[in-house]
């Protein structure tokens, strides 16, 4: 064991974000925790001072150097043109394992489900979280949700090494997968390669759905759950409320070379100043910083002494109920509480118990690449006076000798050829050619787009379409 103080990287936050991490370090302190502490500045003044990323490159520097960053909330400006903090990290980072425990604490806390304990493992830089979105006309606005299969195995390899260091028995992933059959469908299909590798672990699919009202009504049937990054995102704070309490919550975000420790909760400006916000959610992140660092005698005396703590009714407003608790005390007073409990452990919650740092270490494999051709081309134009028989009969006379017009579609549907009358069209028009024959070259497809916008039909983007080993790499219209 090493007595070598880690660096990390400490940032205070908005709103409550000061109160709560000055509780953590002082029971972090008090614990023993073997750290050396850079502070940064990030969020709402970094903002202000015109960093629309909330973060300056020297606290970014701070982050590589150290690795560990425990962090507090913030607030992001209202208004455009501001991008989240936390995704700006995480990307720039490489933090792609976002990882929430959501326990029950009753009979101490309220909750319908005593028995629950789920970890929730959310997929941190892909899916629509890339934030590509674009205006593609007067009345359509388009937001690009990109899955890799990288990102599928890494997040898939993480989590069940997650369960395998941490003795889970089951994995289980929600997808939408019967409607976004390409790109849920990846995140799917490398789970269950994945799976394969670890016979030892049970694996299942839920479509997210119907997962997402099981998880709120019988969470007992889970214990591992694997999410891409908006599903996790949402299903992470409805975990922890049917728990108990988002306000109770820790995560930890996970890379190859650094981490971000936090509570997942926001900075709540209109209780800042007031000594009363919960420090739970940040405590039990810098729990999951102490295990990540290698300190898990002094995770297992932090985490102990606070579940001891609830265990004693000494509780913060939020989760005050006459019923259990036994004193309301401000922030401050349960920092002290759970210092002067070092050293215990909870007689009716399960007592923590920590290894120094399991080991869990993801490698990706690599694959054979496919032999990708083109076949086709979709091109997105701007036709808000057009009927779709109007345009796709238009269309048909530019097709030229390389293409056929396959079909055109509008938010997705197909309106052309046969399209239903009461369909609502919009001004935005995707219209499929698709090669007469062969392989299309990059001067077929300028040329086609050429003519089309010759014909008075401006396009806004085109997307290549494409096989893969011969299979298709495109979905069919909705209704084709």
Same mark, same amino acid.
């Given at each position: 064991?090493s007595?070598?103080?880690?660096?990390?990287?400490?940032?205070r936050?908005?709103?409550?974000?000061?109160e709560i991490?000055?509780a953590?370090?002082?029971?972090l302190?008090?614990a023993?925790?073997?750290?050396?502490?850079?502070?940064?500045?990030?969020?709402?003044?970094?903002?202000?001072?015109?960093?629309s990323a909330g973060?300056?490159?020297?606290?970014l520097?701070s982050?590589?150097?150290?690795?560990v960053?425990?962090?507090?909330p913030?607030t992001?400006?209202?208004?455009?043109?501001f991008?989240s903090?936390?995704?700006?990290?995480?990307?720039?980072l490489?933090?792609?394992?976002?990882?929430r425990?959501?326990?029950?604490?009753a009979?101490?806390?309220?909750?319908k489900?005593p028995?629950?304990d789920?970890?929730?493992?959310?997929?941190?830089?892909?899916? +629509?979280?890339?934030?590509?979105?674009?205006?593609q006309s007067?009345?359509?606005?388009?937001? +690009?949700?990109?899955?890799?299969?990288?990102?599928?195995?890494?997040i898939?390899?993480?989590?069940?090494?997650y369960?395998?260091?941490y003795?889970?028995?089951?994995?289980?992933?929600?997808?939408?997968?019967?409607?976004m059959?390409?790109?849920?469908?990846?995140?799917?299909?490398?789970?269950?390669?994945v799976?394969?590798?670890?016979?030892?672990?049970?694996?299942?699919?839920?479509i997210?759905?119907?997962g997402?009202?099981?998880l709120?009504d019988?969470p007992g049937?889970?214990?591992?759950?694997l999410?891409?990054n @908006?599903?996790?995102?949402i299903?992470?704070d409805?975990?922890?409320?049917i728990?108990g309490?988002?306000?109770l919550a820790g995560?930890?975000?996970?890379?190859?070379k650094?981490?971000?420790?936090?509570?997942?909760h926001?900075?709540a400006p209109?209780?800042?100043?007031?000594?009363?916000?919960?420090?739970s959610? +940040?405590m039990?992140?810098a729990?999951?910083?102490?295990?990540?660092?290698?300190?898990?005698?002094?995770?297992?005396k932090?985490?102990n002494?606070? @579940?001891?703590?609830?265990?004693?009714?000494?509780h913060?407003y939020?989760?005050?109920?006459?019923?259990?608790s036994k004193?309301k005390?401000s922030?401050?007073?349960f920092?002290?509480?759970v210092?002067?409990?070092l050293?215990?452990?909870?007689?009716?919650?399960?007592?923590?118990?920590?290894?120094d740092?399991?080991?869990?270490?993801?490698?990706?494999?690599?694959r054979?690449?496919?032999?990708k051709?083109?076949?086709?081309?979709d091109?997105?134009?701007?036709?808000?006076?057009l009927?779709?028989?109007?345009?796709?009969?238009?269309l048909e006379?530019?097709?030229g000798?390389?293409f056929?017009?396959?079909?055109?579609?509008?938010r997705g549907?197909?309106?052309y050829?046969d399209?239903a009358?009461?369909?609502l069209?919009?001004d935005?028009?995707?219209?499929?050619?698709?090669?007469?024959?062969?392989p299309?070259k990059?001067?077929?497809?300028?040329?086609l787009?050429?003519?089309?916008?010759?014909?008075?039909?401006?396009?806004i983007?085109s997307?290549?379409?494409?096989?893969?080993d011969?299979?298709?790499?495109?979905?069919?219209?909705?209704g084709?």
């Amino acid at each position: 064991m090493s007595q070598t103080p880690t660096p990390i990287t400490v940032a205070r936050g908005d709103g409550i974000g000061p109160e709560i991490m000055d509780a953590t370090l002082r029971v972090l302190d008090a614990a023993g925790a073997r750290i050396s502490i850079e502070e940064i500045e990030i969020g709402e003044a970094v903002y202000k001072r015109g960093n629309s990323a909330g973060i300056e490159p020297e606290s970014l520097e701070s982050l590589r150097r150290t690795g560990v960053f425990l962090k507090a909330p913030i607030t992001t400006p209202q208004g455009g043109g501001f991008k989240s903090l936390n995704v700006t990290v995480r990307k720039t980072l490489g933090l792609y394992a976002n990882v929430r425990p959501c326990p029950a604490y009753a009979p101490f806390i309220a909750t319908k489900h005593p028995g629950m304990d789920v970890v929730i493992i959310r997929e941190n830089e892909e899916d +629509l979280y890339a934030g590509i979105e674009h205006r593609q006309s007067d009345e359509v606005y388009q937001c +690009l949700k990109l899955i890799s299969r990288p990102g599928c195995e890494r997040i898939a390899r993480y989590a069940f090494e997650y369960a395998k260091a941490y003795g889970r028995q089951k994995v289980t992933a929600f997808t939408k997968d019967n409607i976004m059959k390409m790109t849920d469908g990846l995140f799917h299909r490398v789970a269950e390669e994945v799976a394969a590798e670890y016979p030892e672990i049970e694996f299942e699919h839920w479509i997210v759905d119907i997962g997402a009202a099981k998880l709120a009504d019988k969470p007992g049937q889970f214990d591992v759950v694997l999410l891409p990054n @908006l599903y996790g995102d949402i299903l992470s704070d409805v975990a922890a409320e049917i728990a108990g309490s988002v306000g109770l919550a820790g995560s930890a975000n996970i890379g190859p070379k650094s981490a971000m420790f936090e509570a997942i909760h926001g900075s709540a400006p209109r209780r800042a100043g007031q000594d009363v916000a919960n420090p739970s959610g +940040l405590m039990l992140g810098a729990v999951q910083m102490l295990v990540h660092i290698g300190q898990g005698d002094v995770a297992t005396k932090f985490h102990n002494a606070w @579940l001891r703590t609830i265990e004693d009714g000494i509780h913060t407003y939020d989760i005050f109920d006459p019923a259990v608790s036994k004193q309301k005390v401000s922030t401050s007073a349960f920092a002290s509480a759970v210092i002067e409990r070092l050293g215990s452990a909870p007689e009716v919650l399960k007592p923590a118990k920590y290894a120094d740092s399991p080991s869990i270490e993801v490698k990706v494999p690599t694959r054979a690449r496919q032999k990708k051709e083109q076949i086709g081309i979709d091109i997105f134009v701007d036709a808000p006076n057009l009927t779709p028989d109007q345009l796709g009969q238009a269309l048909e006379k530019v097709a030229g000798p390389d293409f056929r017009l396959d079909m055109l579609s509008n938010r997705g549907q197909k309106v052309y050829p046969d399209g239903a009358p009461e369909t609502l069209c919009v001004d935005a028009f995707r219209c499929r050619f698709i090669s007469n024959g062969g392989p299309v070259k990059v001067g077929q497809t300028i040329a086609l787009l050429t003519r089309v916008a010759d014909a008075g039909h401006p396009f806004i983007k085109s997307e290549g379409l494409f096989t893969f080993d011969g299979e298709p790499g495109f979905t069919k219209g909705q209704g084709q």
